[in-house]
Structures are given as structure tokens and as C-alpha cells.
Antibody, heavy 117, light 107 residues
Framework: QVQLQESGPGLVKPSETLSLTCTVS????????WSWIRQPAGKGLEWIGH???????NYNPSLRNRVTMSVGTSKNQFSLRLSSVTAADTATYYC???????????WGQGSLVSVSS | DIQMTQSPSSLSASVGDRVTITCQAS??????LNWYQQKPGKAPKLLIY???NLESGVPSRFSGSGSGTDFTFTISSLQPEDIATYYC?????????FGPGTKVDIK
């Protein structure tokens, strides 16, 4: 059974770059797209973007200028970088098997990232 | 972007009640709709895909229907463990978008 686990700093300073990694176990990254989704406390879900194992990306236009996703197949990991963060980027960040080309049936447990000085 | 709306935003029902949530898309999304259940502090869990297909392992009291712009999610007999927020999500067009959620609790 495929499992996903987010990792990265829980606190980021304003104007700096948020970096998270998702490690996939129990299966391969290959042949799927992989998504990042975020959720501010008490609010709804926002799709950030997705990446294929060949590095093809699609980003939400609302974040496109600040988002970079990458994939490291040899380590079964993919990553998210969000630059120039503000308090509005404080949220729980989830990685998941993509829900555009796949069913969106596998999600990580989420990683809370706070933006504060 | 395709906008997703849900109603109601919250509801209270008794154990055993039939619960219905509606989701509307701002444009035709065919049947490219997921329904998720999210419990506090947990990741969303896929319940229904392609608008009406029950995900493996999900109890049959959950069901979905609809196509085009109007969709319905139903819990045929509400159970205490169904207390959660439910989200619809379209995957017809990028960017993927979610409804604002419907919070379900026990009366």
C-alpha cells in the first residue's frame, strides 16, 4: 500500500522560501503525477500544483510565480518550494497522488508550516 | 478557474438520518468529480470518484450522483463516525478546485 510522508521545517520567516519533501513508500513514483495541496487552519483546500516523474509541471495560476516543484525518482521523493512567503502561506501542506490523472486516493498526513518572524 | 459551490455549509442530523449534500460547478465538468471526507487533524479521504463510483473499502451508505454542473452526495444512514467535513473536487480542468466544504455533525 502506497504511503506518503511530508517533511520539512515547521517555521519559515516572512520573505523566505518554504521547502517541503514528500517521500513515497510501498510503491514507485513512476507513471503517476504527484500533487501538493494546502489548507489554512479552519479553511478549505487549495491545489498548489502537480509534477510528473519526468518533471512536467502544472501550477495553480494563483501561486505560479512563487512555486517550484521537483522530483527525485531515485529517492522516491518529490519536493515543493514556495518563495517569498507571507503569513497568508501559513497552512497544513499535503502531498498526494494526483487527482487529475489519477484518483487522488493516497494522501500524506500533512505538514503544518507557519510563517512568522 | 472552475468554481465549486456546496450547500449547506453545515448540517446537524440524527444517527440513522439520510443526509444529502449538493455541489455545483460553474461550468460543465461531465462526471469528473470526487467527494472527500476529512476528519479533524486528518488528511482528506477519497470516498467517491467519477461522481458516482464508490472507492474501495468505503461503506455502501455513501453514494454520489450527478453530471454536468449539479452533483449530490448522500449518506443513507448517518453514523457517529461520519462526523466530518465533506468536500467535492473537480478534475475536468486545471487548476483543480475544491468546494468550500460541508460540516456534518450529530444532532
Amino acid at each position: 500500500q502506497v504511503q506518503l510522508q511530508e517533511s520539512g521545517p515547521g517555521l519559515v520567516k516572512p520573505s523566505e522560501t518554504l521547502s517541503l519533501t514528500c517521500t513515497v513508500s510501498g510503491g514507485s513514483l513512476s507513471n503517476y503525477y504527484w500533487s501538493w495541496i494546502r489548507q489554512p487552519a479552519g479553511k478549505g483546500l487549495e491545489w498548489i500544483g502537480h509534477i510528473s516523474t519526468t518533471g512536467t509541471t502544472n501550477y495553480n495560476p494563483s501561486l505560479r510565480n512563487r512555486v517550484t516543484m521537483s522530483v527525485g525518482t531515485s529517492k522516491n521523493q518529490f519536493s515543493l518550494r514556495l518563495s517569498s512567503v507571507t503569513a497568508a502561506d501559513t497552512a497544513t501542506y499535503y502531498c498526494a497522488r494526483d487527482m487529475f490523472y489519477s484518483k487522488g486516493d493516497c494522501w500524506g498526513q500533512g505538514s503544518l508550516v507557519s510563517v512568522s518572524s | 478557474d472552475i468554481q465549486m459551490t456546496q450547500s449547506p455549509s453545515s448540517l446537524s442530523a440524527s444517527v440513522g438520518d439520510r443526509v444529502t449534500i449538493t455541489c455545483q460547478a460553474s461550468q460543465d465538468i461531465s462526471n469528473y468529480l470526487n467527494w472527500y471526507q476529512q476528519k479533524p487533524g486528518k488528511a482528506p479521504k477519497l470516498l467517491i470518484y467519477d461522481a458516482s463510483n464508490l472507492e474501495s473499502g468505503v461503506p455502501s451508505r455513501f453514494s454520489g450522483s450527478g453530471s454536468g454542473t449539479d452533483f449530490t452526495f448522500t449518506i443513507s444512514s448517518l453514523q457517529p463516525e461520519d462526523i466530518a467535513t465533506y468536500y467535492c473536487q473537480q478534475y475536468n480542468t486545471l487548476p483543480l478546485t475544491f468546494g468550500p466544504g460541508t460540516k456534518v455533525d450529530i444532532k
